[in-house]
């Protein structure tokens, strides 16, 4: 299963959500490879970090350009490959979206500038699913939400209620300061022992994973 985490946005907790992931799905013992397809060095960093932490490890590629072969390829090698893309419209996002059986789209429902970007990630999906990759599940992954779910429920309504859009997965993962200051030392919520709201932030995950058949 080749999961990607795209956007044309930065900062919406892409590289975030792959370093927790990673790091449940290593917990259970799952084969994990992780493709890095952003030249950021911020997962290559964490992977560092986590080395040198002693944490579970999975192999970590690089691809850049067109990088549908190279997903291909590793899908042969691991059950589940996670895919890192850049924030913004790149040539790995399109070309990971052919090759991709899942898309979460993470986004900020407080934040209008990641709402407006929504019609973007749309537009290319719907786009690769009327071509080359019919069989793309995509979703939108509402993130960093508030506790008062105000902005979270009203993004939810607008989307359910026009078949266009790609759907958004019920699971909203909340805004927690633990994603950061375990992603700080190469950890998952997984990897962390104790941490306020690390039980939330665990189950989140969980339910994210679930959520998408992991
Ligand atoms: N659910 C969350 N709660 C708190 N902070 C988060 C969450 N998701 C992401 N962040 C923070 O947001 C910032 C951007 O996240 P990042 O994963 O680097 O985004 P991207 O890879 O999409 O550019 C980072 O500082 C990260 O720690
Ligand atoms: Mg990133």
């Not at 986590?50 to 090698?77: F, N, T, V």
């Not at 941490?195 to 058949?213: D, N, P, R, V």
């Amino acid at each position: 299963m080749i999961i990607v985490l795209g956007s044309p946005k930065g900062g919406v907790g892409k590289t975030t959500l792959i370093g927790n992931l990673a790091a449940l799905l290593l917990s259970r013992g799952k084969s994990v490879t992780v493709l890095r397809a952003d030249k950021n060095e911020e997962l290559a960093d964490f992977f560092s970090r986590r080395e040198e932490a002693g944490l579970p490890m999975c192999p970590l590629h690089s691809a850049y350009g067109d990088i549908s072969r190279e997903m291909k390829r590793l899908q042969k090698m691991s059950e589940i490959v996670l895919v890192d893309t850049a924030g913004h419209d790149s040539m790995e996002f399109r070309s990971a979206l052919t090759a991709a059986d899942v898309l979460l789209s993470p986004v900020r429902p407080s934040s209008q500038v990641e709402v407006d970007n929504m019609n973007k990630v749309n537009e290319v999906v719907r786009h690769v699913q009327e071509n080359e990759n019919p069989s793309l599940k995509a979703y939108f992954l509402f993130n960093r939400c508030k506790p008062k779910a105000t902005d979270a429920i009203e993004l939810a309504r607008s989307l359910s209620a026009d078949p266009n859009w790609i759907p958004a997965l019920r699971t909203w993962i909340n805004q927690l300061d633990v994603f950061e200051s375990a992603f700080n030392l190469g950890a998952g919520v997984h990897d962390v022992s104790s941490a306020s709201s690390l039980s939330k932030a665990k189950a989140l995950i969980e339910l994210l994973a679930e959520e998408i058949g992991l």
